[in-house]
């Protein structure tokens, strides 16, 4: 029975066949076990918008909510505080938020004080170099970190320094100003994030 | 009664008459270099380190609760109630310390004395794999206890991927299962840690102890002892420079795993934490995703690749050249036999221009250390004055310090490729022969 001719031709293809409907297998069945480390339903479920009073809130204090597992800072920002803004934009990154930083806030929110209303700021408190949460240094008072320290943030990770407005100063790791999340005003004290005005998320 | 043992030796040999060619092989015939000193404690105990590692860890998780909720509580519950349970995680605590520093420096002796160049180039590659598998498998450990430096630890580690261009942000929720570190994310690096990492490491150790007994182990001469005279007293035709594993080396290594375990035991009993070394006091506060801790490090043993991180700034709007930088700073050492191609092996018999590199090389890399703890930050005020600007002050530091660390590469592949080096005669056989 044993052939005396091999047909090394059809050998080949044989093999190759196999080995490439093999190889498509393998893939396919991958596919599943690495679809499977996607965040679930339940994590994708638990992003609602929050909605926070500002009463009580003083100027100069800030408050820390939760929204999506994420810190929101939310802080009433002084005079003061806004006077010194202008002042820091040639030691900035992107001073005007339309560079580097031109997705990290909503256009309403792209202008001088990177908020709507003036003096309060509402910032996801995540470090733009590698997501740690910023502390909040209010104080104009000279710093280790910095002699000339207008009031802002810095991140105890890296060292990385904001300004009053979440703007990321020159020199420091992180690349971008801090983000700004959608969210409107449903009265003159109440804030609600997650949403804007129109209700786009 | 020794006839029982006789026949069940000749009942198994039967069987599987490859077992005792295979044990002669790796002990009682595999000639090592008689002039072994103490940098070659380190393998061995390394492998110690690993046993230990396994059985305290199977012990560990009879207790532990891989899950948000409870994993914090449970560690809490293994320290406080469960019957010995502070001594089986102290130990794995420790271990895990002294298993970098046994790493570092078997890691160390290779480079000094040549171990990674030609042919062991194989040896020297299965066990940078070993590094980087021991690396992810500490980094994953370290999220378990899911105390607030855990949960910061994994947020940064995790956002290193995240600085990708493009797929960076998708990548990261990958990893993390959830937008942030949360359940889903603890039990996976659980099943990682206690599971997929272990069985690779396993593999890779038997790969790296079966590549090094192909080619045979260097010494601190860099000779190679097979091209040296033949004939020993167990043997005419295996290396005369050559002594059997076991006996002579298993009990030269027994003496260094009494002095090792002394060290060990003292830690493990008085000082545990090493001063927040080992175990950093801000992980006794359980992990909370909107206050990250007021100075967050990783453990002493990622520092000096982590200030790397931090001393390159971002540009053109990404964060991504400091992780490049870290990664790269491990991708060179995987490259050494390339990069140092000088013929000889030995730090003994090698230019004064190597001596001075490598020791500048250790330094920078030791202060690269201190500034990922931040020390730099503790100790620039009191010996320049409290008034300097620490960031600045750390930045330049730190950069010069990163320089040096690749430029020890750029100056070893110049000084090797172009022939730079002017070597010292190499003795045809190790120094300590009868």
Same mark, same amino acid.
């Given at each position: 029975m044993a052939n005396e001719v091999v047909d090394h031709g059809r050998r080949r293809f044989l093999t190759t066949a196999t080995a490439v409907v093999g190889g498509v297998g393998i893939v396919s069945a991958a596919v599943p076990f690495i679809k499977s480390w996607e965040p679930s339903a339940r994590a994708k479920a638990a992003g609602a918008p929050v909605t926070q009073s500002l009463k009580k809130i003083e100027p100069g204090q800030q408050l820390i909510i939760g929204w999506r597992s994420l810190p929101v800072f939310i802080v009433n920002r002084t005079p003061e505080q806004l006077a010194a803004l202008p002042k820091q934009d040639p030691r900035l990154v992107d001073p005007k938020s339309d560079g580097s930083s031109a997705e990290q806030q909503p256009t309403y929110a792209q202008n001088g004080t990177r908020s709507i209303k003036p003096e309060w700021l509402v910032m996801v408190g995540i470090c733009t170099h590698l997501g740690c949460v910023p502390n909040y240094v209010g104080e104009m008072k000279p710093e280790p970190f910095d002699p000339n320290w207008q009031g802002g943030y810095y991140c105890p990770c890296h060292h990385s320094r904001y300004d009053m407005a979440g703007r990321v100063y020159q020199g420091v790791p992180a690349p971008k100003n801090m983000q700004i999340p959608p969210y409107h005003f449903i009265d003159d004290t109440t804030v609600q994030i997650g949403v804007d005005a129109k209700g786009n998320a | 009664?020794?006839?029982?043992?006789?026949?069940?030796?000749?009942?198994?040999?039967?069987?599987?008459?490859?077992?005792?060619?295979?044990?002669?092989?790796?002990?009682?015939?595999?000639?090592?270099?008689?002039?072994?000193?103490?940098?070659?404690?380190?393998?061995?105990?390394?492998?110690?380190?690993?046993?230990?590692?396994?059985?305290?860890?199977?012990?560990?998780?009879?207790?532990?609760?891989?899950?948000?909720?409870?994993?914090?509580?449970?560690?809490?519950?293994?320290?406080?109630?469960?019957?010995?349970?502070?001594?089986?995680?102290?130990?794995?605590?420790?271990?895990?310390?002294?298993?970098?520093?046994?790493?570092?420096?078997?890691?160390?002796?290779?480079?000094?004395?040549?171990?990674?160049?030609?042919?062991?180039?194989?040896?020297?590659?299965?066990?940078?794999?070993?590094?980087?598998?021991?690396?992810?498998?500490?980094?994953?450990?370290?999220?378990?206890?899911?105390?607030?430096?855990?949960?910061?630890?994994?947020?940064?580690?995790?956002?290193?991927?995240?600085?990708?261009?493009?797929?960076?942000?998708?990548?990261?929720?990958?990893?993390?299962?959830?937008?942030?570190?949360?359940?889903?994310?603890? $039990? *996976?690096?659980? #099943? =990682?840690?206690?599971?997929?990492?272990?069985?690779?490491?396993?593999?890779?150790? @038997?790969?790296? &102890? !079966?590549?090094?007994?192909?080619?045979?182990?260097?010494?601190?001469?860099?000779?190679?002892?097979?091209?040296?005279?033949?004939? $020993? *007293?167990?043997? #005419? =035709?295996?290396?005369?420079?050559?002594?059997?594993?076991?006996?002579?080396?298993? @009990?030269?290594? &027994? !003496?260094?795993?009494?002095?090792?375990?002394?060290?060990?035991?003292?830690?493990?009993?008085?000082?545990?934490?090493?001063?927040?070394?080992?175990?950093?006091?801000?992980?006794?506060?359980?992990?909370?995703?909107?206050?990250?801790?007021?100075?967050?490090?990783?453990?002493?043993?990622?520092?000096?690749?982590?200030a790397i991180v931090r001393m390159i700034p971002s540009a053109f709007g990404t964060a991504v050249w400091g992780v490049l930088g870290m990664f790269g700073s491990i991708a060179l050492l995987f490259a050494l036999p390339w990069i140092d191609v000088g013929p000889v092996k030995s730090i003994r018999y090698r230019g004064t221009g190597y001596k001075v590199a490598l020791t500048i090389f250790v330094i920078a890399f030791l202060c690269l250390m201190a500034i990922g703890m931040d020390l730099t930050d503790e100790y620039f005020p009191k010996i320049f004055g409290a008034d300097i600007d620490i960031t600045l002050w750390d930045n330049v530091f730190g950069r010069i310090m990163t320089l040096t660390y690749f430029g020890f590469f750029v100056f070893l592949w110049l000084y090797t490729h172009l022939g730079w080096e002017k070597t010292k005669p190499v003795p045809d056989r190790v120094t300590t022969h009868d």
């Open positions: - | 009664m020794a006839n029982v043992f006789v026949r069940i030796g000749d009942w198994v040999n039967e069987r599987a008459p490859g077992l005792a060619p295979t044990y002669r092989k790796h002990m009682t015939e595999y000639y090592a270099p008689k002039n072994f000193n103490l940098w070659y404690y380190f393998g061995s105990l390394a492998l110690l380190v690993l046993v230990n590692q396994i059985v305290t860890g199977i012990f560990l998780t009879m207790n532990y609760d891989p899950s948000a909720a409870g994993a914090f509580d449970s560690v809490q519950y293994i320290m406080r109630d469960v019957e010995w349970g502070w001594l089986i995680r102290y130990m794995h605590t420790t271990g895990a310390s002294l298993f970098f520093v046994v790493v570092f420096l078997h890691m160390f002796r290779g480079i000094m004395y040549g171990s990674f160049k030609k042919p062991r180039e194989l040896v020297w590659l299965l066990g940078m794999l070993i590094f980087l598998v021991l690396m992810a498998e500490a980094f994953m450990g370290y999220v378990l206890p899911w105390g607030n430096m855990s949960f910061w630890g994994a947020k940064v580690i995790v956002s290193l991927f995240g600085t990708i261009p493009k797929i960076g942000p998708g990548l990261q929720e990958w990893i993390m299962g959830d937008f942030l570190p949360a359940d889903a994310t603890l $039990n *996976r690096f659980f #099943a =990682l840690h206690v599971i997929a990492l272990p069985i690779v490491l396993l593999l890779l150790v @038997v790969l790296h &102890l !079966a590549a090094l007994h192909e080619v045979g182990s260097n010494n601190p001469d860099g000779v190679d002892i097979k091209h040296g005279p033949k004939g $020993n *007293r167990w043997d #005419a =035709l295996k290396p005369a420079d050559g002594i059997p594993f076991h006996p002579y080396y298993t @009990v030269k290594d &027994l !003496a260094g795993v009494g002095f090792f375990l002394l060290i060990a035991a003292f830690i493990i009993f008085f000082a545990p934490t090493f001063g927040g070394w080992f175990l950093e006091h801000d992980n006794s506060i359980a992990a909370n995703n909107l206050v990250t801790p007021a100075q967050i490090k990783p453990v002493w043993y990622f520092t000096a690749f982590y």
